[in-house]
């Protein structure tokens, strides 16, 4: 893949070919059962060498880094897909964040996962030395895929410069921990970590991209990797909302009651619309924040991705409960597909994210923007 993007019907022909790839790895390798396994067994191994295998591990990271290439609008097109089939896999983290961050300091990328401590500059104390090497302490939560990736970055301050480290899981110890939907999502404690300099790389705060949005102050690195963050999610929650949808309706078409499918129901036809229109609302909004993130970078994407959150975090918990409720008992079942989907978007809308933080973010940039800035602001897309 090519790192320039390519504009007019060339531009929707190689997308549409990326998701159609990516489409067709997934539905072959995440089965049901695949996907029931990884659950048990914390990790599937098979899927990960197969998206690795066709490049889209590192997609959207630079070639000359070690990336596959390409944008962060086609690292958003695969990581939809990956959620739309329940991947069990570290591919926003690889592709979107962790991966991202590594070749964003200039370091190596690794031939397996990498995955990223979500908390900047909090979790972990960092102490840096005359031979550019870093010794860490501390405890960082919910470090996803930790303990199966080949590298865990992570963004740390020292004297106030931004400087990012890529910590080896074999030097720190990791206590499992699971989300709701069995995803790993271990605690990382650091005692005495030392990094080697080869493996730690300090930031150019005058590099990458601007702020955006009116914000005359630019970004830092750790804002940047926030919006990647709830960007990632977006991204799994749309792809799983859209398959929840279709589950759904494809079961009501299915299942007779009285004679008829149960989807023919007024009832039942109503709660179809309503996930229907979250699905839609909450891919659309995925595909503007991504789009306007690969071509602004994702500090002058603020608004659209906020926004992006939001809808999805409200969506994620609307659509679930009227899915369920359109499946009834079978919705209930470890035998059924459904659960592989709503325990996810459960998980994933806690993520990245702490109750009103993304809606508080919009009405500051709204108001930011003031009375003559608002239409433009919300039209602009």
Same mark, same amino acid.
């Given at each position: ?163 990012? $480290? /890529?910590? &080896?899981? !074999?030097?720190? =110890? ?7 939907? *069995?995803?790993?999502?271990? %605690? ?122 939001? $809808? /999805?975090? &409200?969506? !994620?918990?609307? =659509? ?7 499946? *009834?008992?079978?919705?209930? %079942? ?48």
């Amino acid at each position: 893949m090519s790192g320039a993007a390519a504009t007019g019907p060339t531009a929707f022909a190689a997308e549409e070919l990326l998701v159609d790839s990516a489409e067709g790895l997934f539905t072959d390798t995440c089965t049901f059962d695949a996907v029931q396994a990884a659950e048990r067994n914390g990790w599937a191994p098979e899927i990960w060498r197969a998206v690795a295998e066709a490049g889209f591990a590192w997609i959207g990271l630079p070639e000359e880094a070690g990336g596959s290439g390409g944008t962060l609008l086609d690292a958003a097109d695969v990581v939809r897909v990956a959620g739309a089939h329940a991947a069990p896999i570290p591919l926003a983290e690889t592709a979107m964040l962790g991966g991202w961050l590594l070749a964003r300091g200039g370091l190596e990328l690794p031939d397996g996962p990498v995955t990223v401590v979500p908390a900047t500059g909090d979790a972990l104390v960092a102490h840096g030395a005359d031979d550019g090497s870093v010794t860490l302490d501390g405890v960082a939560s919910r470090v996803p895929w930790a303990a199966h990736s080949d590298r865990i970055a992570a963004l740390l301050a020292i004297d106030g410069q931004e400087v990012v $480290v /890529a910590i &080896d899981p !074999a030097d720190v =110890a990791i206590e499992a921990v699971t989300n709701l939907a *069995g995803e790993p999502r271990p %605690t990382v404690i650091v005692d005495g970590v030392t990094v080697p300099s080869e493996r730690v790389a300090a930031i150019d705060p005058t590099a990458g991209a601007t702020g955006g949005d009116g914000d005359p102050d630019g970004g830092s690195l750790a804002e940047e990797l926030e919006l990647r963050g709830a960007l990632s999610r977006v991204l799994l929650m749309a792809g799983a909302l859209v398959s929840m949808s279709r589950l759904t309706v494809g079961y009501t078409g299915e299942r007779q009651q009285f004679g008829r499918p149960v989807g023919r129901f007024q009832a039942v036809q109503q709660h179809l619309v309503w996930g229907a229109q979250d699905a839609a609302l909450v891919d659309m909004a995925s595909r503007v924040a991504a789009g306007r993130a690969s071509a602004a970078g994702p500090l002058g994407a603020r608004f659209e991705i906020a926004a992006a959150r939001t $809808v /999805a975090d &409200d969506c !994620a918990g609307t =659509a679930t409960r009227l899915a369920h409720q359109a499946h *009834g008992a079978m919705g209930m %079942t470890q035998e059924y597909a459904l659960h592989q989907l709503s325990r996810r978007l459960w998980s994933w809308r806690r993520e990245w994210s702490s109750p009103g933080r993304w809606s508080g973010r919009v009405g500051s940039l709204a108001e930011r923007a003031g009375a003559e800035g608002l239409y433009p602001l919300i039209s602009s897309q």
